[in-house]
């Protein structure tokens, strides 16, 4: 019921951090910097920047902080010796840049100042003045053996552009199940009726379901799980009652998930846990980065194996001939538009 209460409440905002997919991350060196690595006779992979792609993380628009993953390495060397910075890894902290140095993470540098921004689905960060920590100092000093490097050196600038895998997405608006009207007539023919579970709603055949805490749905909806909360009961008067309790909808897997339960028990075999209801194909997808909306059109669900020997089971009657319901049987459609925090 908590879950239930919680996916109604219009513009419930659950703050938490987005995975990050893709992007690239820029490290310019200040002039003295490089500068200072000429006259010690030690060279970079980066001249002037170094452009590294972003390979994980996570980041969270409503209290801006993040951690930034990139891929790649900075490798500093003289003519004997040569050391690289690997993982690599901006904070949103004062010190955000991270690195393993010859065989240890530690903060490389801190920032004189640092502003986080959502662009659209993606994320942007920016530190300036990054200097660099003592202790990364001496470690670069030991093992190029030179005395190049002094706590407080000016490094450089880092920005970071990130996109993320999924979105977290907030607790307002409905998805909508519409059942196939052959699909319903030929429930109706069985004298099964069609019953939304509170805090479901339904038009006849059109079933409202609340978006529910927990959802998290690609940009593209190409992945992710779009939670509801409700359930959707159909009920044989004389015969079975079958309900598919807080649908999940997975694009991923190309599946409706639910809750099944198929009553009475006996001789029916009651909660049947969590379970593929139907087969989720492709809709019409649209995103509006300006407003971080996701919205899907008409996605077509078909019945899966489960679901199509529940039906039999429960409604058929053993009057009847053969299997009246078969996997992948059109079911209906479902719609959603999924607000992104």
Do not use: C
């Not at 005395?147 to 979105?167: Q, R």
């Not at 038009?203 to 529910?212: G, T």
């Not at 309790?245 to 049947?272: H, I, M, N, T």
Request: net charge neutral; no cysteine; glycine share 12%.
């Amino acid at each position: 019921m908590a879950l239930a209460l919680l996916a109604v409440l219009p513009g419930t905002v659950q703050a938490s951090y987005d995975p990050l997919a893709s992007g690239t991350g820029k490290l310019t060196l200040a002039p003295g910097f490089r500068a200072l690595l000429g006259r010690k006779g030690v060279t970079i992979t980066a001249q002037r920047s170094a452009i590294l792609p972003v390979a994980g993380g996570e980041a969270d628009p409503t209290t801006e902080k993040g951690s930034f993953e990139l891929g790649g390495e900075l490798v500093l060397a003289t003519k004997a010796r040569k050391v690289a910075l690997t993982f690599l890894t901006v904070n949103t902290k004062p010190g955000p840049l991270y690195a393993k140095v010859a065989g240890g993470q530690q903060k490389v540098a801190k920032a004189r100042s640092a502003t986080f921004k959502s662009e659209g689905f993606a994320y942007g960060y920016e530190a300036t003045g990054l200097t660099l920590s003592p202790k990364t100092a001496k470690r670069l000093d030991k093992r190029l053996q030179v005395k190049a490097f002094d706590g407080g050196e000016l490094l450089g600038n880092v920005k970071v552009s990130a996109n993320p895998a999924t979105v977290t997405i907030l607790t307002q608006g409905k998805a909508t199940l519409s059942l196939d009207p052959a699909f319903a007539a030929k429930l109706s023919s069985l004298f099964v009726s069609r019953n939304p579970i509170f805090p479901a709603e339904h038009q006849e055949d059109v079933f409202s379901l609340p978006i529910a805490i927990g959802s998290e749905v690609a940009p593209d909806a190409s992945q992710g799980t779009l939670r509801t909360g409700g359930a959707i009961e159909l009920l044989q008067l004389g015969g079975g009652q079958l309900f598919w309790r807080e649908l999940w909808l997975q694009p991923g897997s190309a599946q409706a998930l639910g809750e099944v339960e198929l009553d009475p028990s006996p001789p029916y075999p009651g909660k049947q846990g969590q379970a593929g209801v139907f087969f989720l194909g492709v809709g019409q997808v649209s995103s509006d980065s300006a407003t971080r909306a996701i919205t899907v059109a008409d996605a077509p669900v078909a019945l899966t194996v489960l679901t199509a020997q529940d039906l039999n089971e429960a409604f058929s009657g053993p009057l009847d001939k053969g299997d009246l319901f078969a996997a992948g049987e059109t079911a209906g459609t479902v719609s959603f538009t999924a607000q992104a925090q």
